[in-house]
Every structure is written in structure tokens, then in C-alpha cells.
């Protein structure tokens, strides 16, 4: 366990780090881009207001009416007949996401201006122009220029018909567009189309919203129109809207004051709806300019009728088909498409589809209006409070993952971030309330976690380094990690695994040994040693036991692994290889090596009493494959293996040499000489195989002629072969005297 210190330390350094990128515009292009569309996901999709309608203008309608697949070339006669329609159906406002700059046939304009100025309620759409001014300095001198942007409205013939006009700009955004704005900063704090549209819906409250004005402040009525009916003779919203917006931005504190004293008089009225338009209202121009969107679901949730069907539904209107009860509510006409290859006017957004159909752009602006209408844009945290639970989150999690082990700290954190998600994902669907979400959990979290781990390791690694380096010239690593956590481990004994043995033997060891002195002996054995060992840990064996010149290495896990045995079945040929190649550069002296590998169940463990224990390996497997090792001599081969290694263990070429029963042994084992990797194998040794495979077959069903012909015929391809050898001369033994009827070709050994 660490220190609370320590502790401390670290958790104040992953709440830091978390600070940090919170600070930066790429932590909050995280958010932003990943978050919000995180809480969505999680949220879904959601009713959105009844009071908002799309009539959208798409390829059907164009179809169904005979007219250009282009909105910008339909005839404005057509837009005329909607617009009566729709006046007789008494809508609160009809917004236009279309721009109508450009003059067409005077007929045709006429019959749309006059279609508006009758409805009295038609919003058109401005067009935003970039322009840069230069500016030049008191010598006259050119000093820069000056960014400055302004509306371009619609044809005049329609905006002096319209009720007002306004401009719908959109953020510019990398990735996914997830705000709008209600005043543009950049064209003299205009309102945006949105704004515009819901403050002619919510003019119903417009002379309340005086008369709690008056109230609070009785001067500040001369700079509004008296009364709701002055604001249509006028059609002068706009630049009431920013003197409204000036207003409650410079006196924000009486804002609560108006909020009560308008709760109290509508609860007394028993009116909510209006009490609720009116303080969405003083929300709306209380709240910043740039808001963050709501969204209520993919393409489509909004209430949206083709263009078509209000034209042709409204003279046969049989049963009140639901999307002509338009009385009081607010209507966009806009581009809007389903499929995406007909989309031209589409946004990219949290519900965007699979198939890549976004969010059209009325379908941006009626979400923007009805998020105004219920007053629930989506809120970011204030800042202060956005990095106090960054902060103090790093700071939980940094002290939990250090003060706890590491599974402990795993299960807290993830009980933790759970209960984190939910919160925060239940503040934003009932609230709208954005908390911080990938930094505390896709960033703080892993990095508290895996970093904790990392200085634990550190630490430990460090406080265990000259254990292991002592312990490692004569124990496994996993015995040294077993050691280094006390010396108990010791005392549990031995422990039951799926092991291979490989016994490696010196052929001309004794003789050796007489020639040379002890220490020059011991030199040249470390050398051989050394040539041994790296085979083995190059394919992950361990070096378990050294007896003079024979060594047992062994691969063991707990269960069977076809991996092991294959890694130790390549170390053997290499520990060939390397020898050979040690032998040459060691000459005259030189120690041939035989190997003998077998599979099976193994004692692994500490064996020893009192105050002296040994590691080793211990049980019939280890003696099986010593004595494998010794047939080799027998035999006259290099590497023996028993079946068990070969189970399910290819790319080897092999050579079967039949079942042998050891001395003392009550079951056969099935021997298979180990020659080389079969890429790499040889024609000649391809041929010798065939050729004592057919011997061999011939031994087994007592074709004794057959088979010492054979035999002969493999020594033919190696001069002195040996298990040739050893064949043809058992072959011709058993031709001289036949075995038993019984006979099962096993090769009985009477010396161990």
C-alpha cells in the first residue's frame, strides 16, 4: 500500500494533468465533439415540441407537383398558394429558410408579396456577406484591414411585405456542428432567425412582458413599442429585439425579480403556458449569443410534411388530417430531403445517420426555435465549476488507484465512473446540463489507473532489483518473483504442471574431464553452458537443474500448449546447431550432445527440508526423457522426442523409431528422432525418411526379408545411419529367431 503522501502526490498530479488539457482547445474540441455526442447517444431521441412544424421541400413534392428538382427555380406563385393556405390555417409565424434576393416575373413576385403581406406573419431569410474594409492611420497609410460582415436582405418588394427578416449563420466547425447563434457579434448583435421567429410567436406576452418591465423599471418603457399591435404596423423587430438584448444584458440582476413577479401573477391567472413563453423569453435574451443545440433525434423527428401535401390535402381535408392543425404554432419551409444522395443541404451532427443523411438546415433552425420555446438548450458548465470536478475527480481517482491494489482500485474505479456517467447523464436529459465527460473518463481514468500501476512497478521493481539479480543466476524468474514475496512461498511445496522436459548429455564428458584441470574445466563448461542455455531462454524454457555435463530444461504452464512443446522442440535443434558450430572453434576439444525431450505431467517445486531446499522438476516424465536422452547412444542419433511432444505439433521433419520399453518401466514409449525444421530439410533426408518409414512398416508386420533389404537401402543414403543400423541388426536377429505370435514390435531394454 502507498503512502498517503505519495498518494496525495499522485492524485493531485492526475487532477492537474486533467486541468491542464480542460484549459486547452483541444480538450474542449473533446468535449465538444465527443462528449455531447456521447450524452445523445445515451439519451436518445426525444418528443419535440408540438408547436413547431417543417413543410419541407424535397424531390417528392417536386415530383408529385411537376416542378424543377432546384427549389431556387420553383415559380413564387407556388410559394404564394402555400402561404395562403397556410394564413388560413392561422399559424403564430411561417419562417422562409430560403433566400429570395433575386427578382423574378413580376406576376409571380406580385402574387408572393401579396400572399405575405396578407398573412402578416411571413419571416424571410437574410444572407450574410464577409467584407474587409481597409483602415488606414492618421498619415493616411494603409494600417490593415478590418473584417466587418452584413446582411444582405431579401428583395425588397417582399421584405417591406414581411413582418421582418433575419439571417440563420451557423457556426463554422471541423466536425460535427453542435450550436447556433441567437445575436451575431460580427453584424451589429442582430438577431438570428430563430430569435426572430420565436419572438413573433411569443408576442401574445409582449404586453406583459412591458408591464413587468414597467414595474421593475418604469424609464426604460419609452425605448419599446407600447403594445403587440404597434410591433405589426411597424415591422420594426429587429431593432426592438436589440434593444431588448441591450436591456436585460445590462440589468441582469433584476432578471429573478421579473421571474418571480411573473410566476406569482400567472399562478394566480392559472395561465402556465404563458408564464412559460414569457420566461423562455427573458432566457432568450438573457442567455449568451452562441448556444449549444438540443437535439431531439436523427433527420425527421421534428414534425415534418412534405410541401406537396398541404397543397393538396388543405381542399380535401376529410377527417382533419393531423399537420393542418397549424392554429398558434410556428411553421418552417425549408429544403429537407430523406435519402442522402438527393441531401445537398445537410449538417453534420450528433444524429447524423449511418447512411450519411445529416440534418438539414430548417431542420437546424426549428430545433434552435423550439429549444428557445421550452428553454432548454443544452448548458456547458461555468467554467470555475467545469474545472473543480475535473480537478477533484483526478484527485479521487488518483488517490483511489494509489491507496488501493490494483484490482481493488479497478473495481473502485469502475463503480465510480459508472455512478459518474449516470449522474451526469441524468443531469443532461432531465436539466440539459453538460458536464465534463471523455477528460474524466476517457482520459483521467486510464491515466490514474495504468500510471498507478506503472509507479507501483516502479517502485517495487526497484525495491526487488538486487534480489533478483542475486537469486536469478540460480532460480527461474517466476521462482525469484515467488521469493521476493516472501519467503513462505517456499514452504508450499511443489506444485502439480503440464510440463516438457528436454535432458541435454555430453557424449565424451568422463574423458574430458580427466584431461583437463578443474578450473580449465570449469571455464570451457561455462562456455558449453552458455551455448545451451540461450536456445532455451530464447523459447521461453527454464534452466531448472545441472548435474555435471547434463542438464533439464524445462516449459511448463497448466494446462497442455502445443506452443511449449513446439518452442522446445526448435531449442533443441538450435542447442545442435550452436554445439556443433562450439565444437568446431573448441577444437580438440569438443563435448557432442545428445537430447532426449519428453511431455507430460510434472512436480514442480521447492523439494527439501529444514534449512535446505532445492527447485526442481520431479516425476516419471523427467525420467522418461533421461532416458530417451540415453537411447540416443543406442541409437546413434542427436535429439529423440516421444509422441506426446509431437501431439498436434507440426513443421518438423521426423523419423518414427518405433516403441521402446525402458528398464524398469510397465508402458512403451513412442520414440520419433528429431532431424531438422521440414523447410529446411534436404532431398537425401526427404528419401532416407521414405525409404525407413517402408523399413520400418516391413519390421512391424514381420517381412524380416523385406526389411533388412530396406534397412540397407536407408544406410545407403548416410553411410552408418543409425537407427538403420540398429533395424537391420534386430531385423536380422528376429529373422534367426522369430518373436511370439503375440509380438507387438515394442524393443524391450534391459539397461537404463
Not at 452584413?150 to 466536425?175: D, E, H, M, Y
Not at 430569435?195 to 412582458?209: P, S, T, W
Amino acid at each position: 500500500m502507498m503512502s498517503s503522501a505519495k498518494a496525495a502526490i499522485y492524485g493531485i498530479s492526475v487532477g492537474a494533468l486533467g486541468l491542464l488539457i480542460s484549459l486547452t482547445l483541444f480538450g474542449a474540441s473533446l468535449e465538444e465533439n465527443f462528449g455531447l455526442e456521447v450524452f445523445f447517444k445515451l439519451r436518445g431521441s426525444r418528443a419535440a415540441p408540438e408547436e413547431v412544424m417543417i413543410i419541407t421541400i424535397d424531390r417528392d413534392s417536386s415530383n408529385r407537383l411537376n416542378l424543377p428538382s432546384s427549389p431556387r427555380k420553383w415559380p413564387r406563385s407556388v410559394h404564394a398558394r402555400l402561404v395562403d393556405i397556410l394564413a388560413q390555417l392561422k399559424p403564430a409565424v411561417i419562417a422562409f429558410d430560403l433566400i429570395f434576393t433575386e427578382a423574378r416575373q413580376s406576376e409571380e413576385d406580385d402574387m408572393f408579396a401579396k400572399a405575405i403581406g396578407n398573412a402578416g406573419n411571413v419571416v424571410l431569410s437574410e444572407w450574410l456577406q464577409s467584407e474587409l474594409l481597409p483602415v488606414y492611420d492618421c498619415s493616411g497609410a494603409k494600417a490593415g484591414q478590418l473584417h466587418i460582415e452584413k446582411t444582405n436582405p431579401p428583395l425588397t418588394r417582399f421584405g417591406n411585405c414581411a413582418i421582418a427578416s433575419a439571417p440563420f449563420v451557423l457556426p463554422k466547425v471541423p466536425v460535427k456542428l453542435n450550436s447556433y447563434y441567437c445575436f451575431l457579434t460580427s453584424a451589429e448583435d442582430i438577431p438570428t432567425l430563430p430569435m426572430v421567429v420565436f419572438q413573433i410567436y411569443a408576442l401574445n406576452v409582449y404586453d406583459e412582458m412591458i408591464g413587468l418591465l414597467a414595474a421593475q423599471d418604469p424609464s426604460s418603457i419609452i425605448l419599446f413599442p407600447a403594445n403587440r399591435d404597434m410591433i405589426f404596423e411597424n415591422k420594426n423587430i429587429k431593432e426592438m429585439m436589440r434593444i431588448f438584448r441591450n436591456h436585460f444584458q445590462q440589468n441582469s440582476i433584476r432578471i429573478e425579480k421579473m421571474f418571480s413577479l411573473s410566476t406569482n401573477r400567472h399562478s394566480a391567472m392559472n395561465a402556465p403556458e404563458n408564464n412559460h413563453i414569457l420566461e423562455s423569453l427573458i432566457r432568450a435574451y438573457q442567455g449568451p449569443k452562441k448556444r449549444y443545440l438540443n437535439f431531439y433525434g436523427p433527420p425527421g423527428t421534428i414534425i415534418t410534411i412534405p410541401y406537396y401535401q398541404i397543397l393538396e390535402d388543405f381542399n380535401n381535408r376529410e377527417g382533419a388530417p393531423y399537420y393542418l392543425d397549424l392554429k398558434n404554432k410556428a411553421v418552417f419551409i425549408g429544403v429537407s430531403e430523406r435519402a442522402r444522395v438527393e441531401q445537398k443541404d445537410g449538417f453534420y451532427t450528433v444524429f447524423s445517420q449511418p447512411d450519411g443523411l445529416d440534418l438539414s438546415g430548417v431542420e437546424i433552425a426549428a430545433t434552435a426555435f423550439a429549444n428557445i420555446l421550452e428553454g432548454k438548450n443544452i448548458i456547458p458548465l461555468h467554467p470555475a465549476a467545469h474545472l473543480l470536478i475535473v480537478g477533484a475527480w483526478g484527485v479521487l481517482l488518483g488517490v483511489l488507484c494509489m491507496m488501493l491494489p490494483a484490482i481493488a482500485s479497478a473495481v473502485g474505479i469502475a463503480v465510480f465512473s459508472t455512478l459518474y456517467v449516470f449522474m451526469t447523464h441524468y443531469m443532461f436529459k432531465q436539466n440539459a446540463l453538460w458536464f465534463p465527460l471523455i477528460i474524466p473518463i476517457g482520459f483521467q481514468v486510464p491515466v490514474a489507473f495504468f500510471g498507478s500501476l506503472a509507479w507501483k512497478y516502479f517502485t517495487v521493481n526497484k525495491e526487488r532489483k538486487n534480489f533478483r539479480t542475486a537469486f536469478g543466476y540460480y532460480l527461474p524468474d517466476d521462482v525469484v518473483d515467488q521469493l521476493s514475496k516472501g519467503l513462505k512461498n517456499v514452504e508450499k511445496g511443489s506444485k502439480l504442471v503440464y510440463g516438457t522436459c528436454m535432458i541435454t548429455d555430453g557424449e565424451k564428458y568422463t574423458a574430458l574431464s580427466e584431461k583437463m584441470k578443474p578450473d580449465e574445466l570449469s571455464t570451457f563448461m561455462n562456455k558449453y553452458f552458455q551455448v545451451i542455455f540461450e536456445p532455451v531462454r530464447r523459447y521461453s524454457g527454464i534452466v531448472s537443474d545441472i548435474r555435471g555435463d547434463s542438464i533439464l530444461d524445462i516449459w511448463a504452464t497448466t494446462y497442455p500448449d502445443c506452443k511449449l512443446r513446439k518452442s522446445a522442440c526448435k531449442a533443441a535443434l538450435e542447442i545442435i546447431q550452436a554445439v556443433n558450430e562450439f565444437n568446431c572453434l573448441s577444437a580438440p576439444l569438443i563435448l557432442p550432445t545428445r537430447i532426449g525431450i519428453h511431455s507430460g505431467l510434472i512436480s514442480l517445486g521447492h523439494v527439501g527440508a529444514i534449512d535446505h531446499f532445492e527447485y526442481r522438476a520431479a516425476g516419471d516424465i523427467v525420467n522418461t526423457a533421461s532416458r530417451m536422452e540415453g537411447l540416443n547412444k543406442y541409437l546413434g542419433t542427436k535429439v529423440l522426442i516421444s509422441a506426446e511432444v509431437l501431439n498436434q505439433v507440426d513443421g518438423f521433419l521426423i523419423r518414427n523409431l518405433g516403441e521402446f520399453m525402458f528398464a524398469g518401466k510397465s508402458k512403451p514409449v513412442e520414440v520419433f528422432e528429431l532431424i531438422c525444421r521440414y523447410d529446411e530439410a534436404f532431398s537425401c533426408q526427404l528419401n532416407l525418411c521414405d525409404t525407413f518409414a517402408r523399413a520400418f512398416d516391413a519390421y512391424r508386420n514381420r517381412y524380416w526379408e523385406k526389411a533388412i533389404d530396406l534397412f540397407s537401402q536407408s544406410m545407403n543414403f548416410e553411410s552408418g545411419h543409425g537407427p538403420s543400423r540398429y533395424y537391420l541388426d534386430l531385423c536380422k536377429s528376429l529373422w534367426e529367431n522369430p518373436p511370439d505370435t503375440d509380438w507387438d514390435g515394442v524393443v524391450y531394454l534391459s539397461v537404463k
